[in-house]
Nanobody
Framework: QVQLVESGGGLVQPGGSLRLSCAAS????????IGWFRQAPGKEREGVSC????????YYADSVKGRFTISVDNAKMSVYLQMNSLKPEDTAVYYC???????????????????WGQGTQVTVSS
């Protein structure tokens, strides 16, 4: 059974950093795509970043480009989202999601992700 468990959220001041982790189990990290999404109160869920195993190219939403970095540790079966220069508008519940198997080099559409974690809260406030 595929499981994704996020951790690393918390309260941070504007300009600070957090690293979110997503521990994966129930599948092997080959032929996959993994994405990070977020949902702020009263807003729709939005894609933040994703990466596919085919070529390892990461994609980012314009709002986080240059500040967030997605990475994968195959040995630890984990995916990370390093978030720097955090802003109050980054406040949201962050989710990781995966679709497996995935053979494309592009990122899936949101509806194509099959498995979702439970989310971790990130609050950016002074």
């Amino acid at each position: 059974q595929v499981q994704l468990v996020e951790s690393g959220g918390g309260l941070v001041q504007p300009g600070g950093s957090l690293r979110l982790s997503c521990a994966a189990s129930g599948f092997t990290l080959d032929y996959y795509a993994i994405g990070w999404f977020r949902q702020a109160p009263g807003k729709e869920r939005e894609g933040v970043s994703c990466i596919s195993s085919r070529d390892g190219i990461a994609y980012y939403a314009d709002s986080v480009k240059g500040r967030f970095t997605i990475s994968v540790d195959n040995a630890k079966m984990s995916v990370y989202l390093q978030m720097n220069s955090l802003k109050p508008e980054d406040t949201a519940v962050y989710y990781c999601a995966t679709v497996y198997p995935w053979y494309g080099s592009n990122c899936p559409y949101e509806y194509e992700y099959k498995y979702w974690g439970q989310g971790t809260q990130v609050t950016v406030s002074s």
